[in-house]
């Protein structure tokens, strides 16, 4: 009875070595396979650096990565995006609904809400991929920049930033605003 059981364990542990070896030849030979190391975006928010995974199928990782150089999306001050207007060198995507930026946002800012980032991807197309983005949201209990700015990263946009205080930030210091759909 002892020498069936070790038996089939041994040849259970020789079967399950050889479905493994198998497996992984056939996720490393498929385009569309699990990247076994799941590549990451680096972000900052202040002083606090965080690793965001980046989830682009492995076809799309070996094209883009010898292309793209990614820098860490980074968190903007109030001080540092007001400079940023003041010598226009930014495109600044408000992430809120639209009826939000309608009832006021940032002057100069246009509106892409995150949640119909997806259906309008085709218009960044047209966007030089070194153009200088920065993305607002609510603020500090809002996320969509960072997310959009992450997602922006991984399309091949060199320079994204994102503002993380936001839309209360920018109006508790009684910047301008703008009411409409006019940027």
Same mark, same amino acid.
């Given at each position: 009875?002892?020498?069936?059981?070790?038996?089939?364990l041994r040849r259970?542990?020789?079967?399950?070595?050889?479905?493994?070896?198998? &497996? !992984?030849? $056939? =996720?490393?030979?498929?385009?569309?396979?699990?990247?076994?190391?799941?590549?990451?975006?680096?972000?900052? /928010?202040?002083?606090?650096?965080?690793?965001?995974?980046?989830?682009?199928?492995?076809?799309?990782?070996?094209?883009?990565?010898?292309?793209?150089?990614?820098?860490?999306?980074?968190?903007?001050?109030?001080t540092e995006l007001?400079?940023?207007?003041?010598?226009?060198?930014?495109l600044l995507l408000?992430?809120?609904?639209?009826?939000?930026?309608?009832?006021?946002?940032?002057?100069?800012?246009? &509106? !892409?809400? $995150? =949640?119909?980032?997806?259906?309008?991807?085709?218009?960044?197309?047209?966007?030089?991929?070194?153009?200088? /983005?920065?993305?607002?949201?609510?603020?500090?209990?809002?996320?969509?920049?960072?997310?959009?700015?992450?997602?922006?990263?991984?399309?091949?946009?060199?320079?994204?930033?994102?503002?993380?205080?936001?839309?209360?930030?920018?109006?508790?210091?009684?910047?301008?605003?703008?009411?409409?759909?006019?940027?």
């Amino acid at each position: 009875m002892k020498k069936i059981v070790l038996l089939l364990l041994r040849r259970s542990c020789i079967l399950l070595i050889v479905v493994c070896v198998i &497996s !992984l030849c $056939y =996720d490393f030979l498929t385009p569309k396979g699990i990247p076994w190391l799941t590549p990451v975006r680096v972000i900052r /928010i202040g002083e606090v650096t965080q690793k965001v995974p980046l989830f682009i199928p492995r076809r799309e990782l070996k094209t883009t990565a010898t292309t793209v150089s990614l820098h860490a999306i980074t968190e903007v001050s109030l001080t540092e995006l007001t400079q940023m207007l003041q010598e226009a060198q930014i495109l600044l995507l408000d992430t809120r609904s639209y009826a939000d930026y309608c009832a006021g946002h940032i002057p100069g800012a246009f &509106s !892409l809400p $995150y =949640d119909d980032f997806i259906a309008r991807t085709a218009n960044l197309v047209e966007i030089d991929p070194n153009q200088k /983005i920065v993305t607002y949201c609510e603020g500090l209990n809002c996320s969509q920049s960072i997310d959009l700015a992450v997602r922006l990263g991984e399309m091949g946009f060199r320079d994204v930033y994102f503002y993380y205080g936001g839309w209360e930030e920018w109006q508790a210091h009684h910047n301008p605003i703008v009411k409409g759909r006019q940027p």
